[in-house]
């Protein structure tokens, strides 16, 4: 069973230093055993400034079993960009996802050793965010989780960074866009303008949320 008095203080020490740490956990609900963790992209990084949103899932022994955890950052829906402009697109959209060796492109799985067999009850979910931090900064192209970005990381770096950074900025960042120009984004990925514009008022502006929308149908 979960340790749950352990995860309310792993929360309080978190908020306690989140001003310094910029790293975040809080529960989805009164659930504590669904959370959310946030992080910011590393310094020096093609991450940096970017705020990346991670969901945690605590299995029944925790602290004694690894929490589960995965990039919560939503990307283009394949299949649904396929049905609008076809086989470049694709293309397009693997090129700007989740961007990182180690991060799957398709589902935001981690590969991370203390989030598998090196876990060990001494850590914390604050630890393990630090831990995912620092993969941003240094990933492991020889141990990926994604083969497709590793080989890329691998032997085109400098377009593995400016597509890294690309990412960074289209979904990880705070937009200060207006609407017309949110529109016209979204229009340049390919969805409908008349779609693209009802997405975004559905959803009271928000790119992030819009293109989730489009993309689920």
Same mark, same amino acid.
Not at 19 to 39: C, F, H
Not at 150 to 166: C, E, H, K, S, W
């Given at each position: 069973?979960?340790?749950?008095?352990?995860?309310?203080?792993?929360?309080?020490?978190?908020?306690?230093?989140?001003?310094?740490?910029?790293i975040?956990?809080?529960?989805?609900s #009164? &659930?504590?055993?669904? *959370?959310?963790?946030?992080?910011?992209?590393?310094?020096?990084?093609?991450?940096?400034?970017?705020?990346?949103?991670?969901?945690?899932?605590?299995p #029944?022994?925790?602290?004694?079993?690894?929490?589960?955890?995965?990039?919560?950052?939503?990307?283009?829906?394949?299949?649904?960009?396929?049905?609008?402009?076809?086989?470049?697109?694709?293309?397009?959209?693997?090129?700007? =996802?989740?961007?990182?060796? &180690?991060i799957?492109?398709?589902?935001?799985?981690?590969?991370?050793?203390?989030?598998? #067999?090196?876990? =060990?009850?001494? *850590?914390t979910?604050?630890?393990?965010?630090? =831990?995912?931090?620092?993969?941003?900064?240094?990933?492991?192209?020889? #141990?990926?989780?994604?083969?497709?970005?590793?080989?890329?990381?691998?032997?085109?770096?400098?377009?593995?960074?400016?597509?890294?950074?690309?990412?960074?900025?289209?979904?990880?960042?705070?937009? =200060?866009?207006?609407?017309?120009?949110?529109?016209?984004?979204?229009?340049?990925?390919?969805f409908?303008?008349?779609?693209?514009?009802?997405?975004?008022?559905?959803?009271?502006?928000?790119e &992030?949320?819009?293109?989730?929308?489009?993309?689920?149908g």
């Amino acid at each position: 069973m979960i340790d749950f008095a352990r995860v309310q203080k792993e929360l309080q020490e978190c908020s306690r230093d989140m001003e310094a740490s910029g790293i975040k956990v809080a529960p989805k609900s #009164d &659930n504590l055993g669904r *959370l959310t963790g946030t992080i910011p992209g590393p310094i020096g990084t093609p991450y940096e400034g970017g705020t990346f949103q991670i969901d945690i899932t605590l299995p #029944d022994g925790y602290p004694f079993e690894p929490p589960k955890m995965q990039f919560a950052t939503k990307v283009c829906c394949i299949q649904s960009v396929l049905e609008l402009i076809g086989t470049l697109i694709i293309i397009f959209a693997v090129i700007t =996802s989740r961007r990182h060796p &180690n991060i799957s492109s398709q589902s935001g799985a981690i590969c991370l050793d203390i989030l598998k #067999d090196q876990w =060990s009850p001494a *850590l914390t979910l604050k630890t393990a965010l630090l =831990s995912v931090q620092a993969l941003l900064s240094a990933p492991e192209p020889d #141990d990926p989780q994604d083969a497709v970005v590793a080989q890329q990381y691998l032997r085109d770096y400098q377009t593995f960074v400016g597509t890294a950074r690309y990412w960074t900025e289209t979904f990880a960042k705070t937009s =200060s866009l207006g609407v017309e120009e949110k529109v016209q984004k979204l229009v340049e990925m390919g969805f409908p303008e008349a779609l693209a514009r009802g997405a975004l008022e559905s959803v009271g502006g928000d790119e &992030n949320l819009a293109l989730e929308k489009l993309c689920s149908g």
